[in-house]
């Protein structure tokens, strides 16, 4: 048997955690049910949060470590190619009121 967060695990037993609530726990978050797409910002080291789990797991959306889905390559192209397909069929507009930045600026993607 082992003590865990306070709590008594028998010895063989099975723990199941909620992988959907480590990207809402307040602890690691701030304001975590707010819809804040800069959390996500950056690449490599700069990167807010880093979905392999390899700095630390913030959230799991492929799981980590040595498990992750063997599809998270596949998965991230596909969502680019989504988000740009919507960006190409659907007209775009800003919201009233709200000055949107177009300035271009030099980056490699």
Request: proline fraction near 6%; include cysteine; hydrophobic fraction near 40%.
């Amino acid at each position: 048997d082992a003590e865990l967060g306070g709590y008594k695990v028998p010895k063989k037993g099975t723990i199941n955690f909620n992988v959907a609530e480590i990207g809402r726990d307040p602890a690691v978050w701030e304001e975590p049910m707010e819809f804040k797409p800069e959390r996500f910002v950056g690449e490599g080291e700069e990167a807010a949060v880093d979905i392999t789990g390899s700095r630390g797991i913030k959230m799991m959306p492929f799981g980590a470590g040595r498990r992750i889905c063997p599809g998270i390559g596949l998965a991230m192209l596909h969502l680019e190619y989504y988000v740009a397909n919507m960006v190409k069929e659907f007209e775009w507009k800003e919201v009233e009121g709200e000055e949107v930045d177009l300035t271009e600026k030099m980056e490699f993607t």
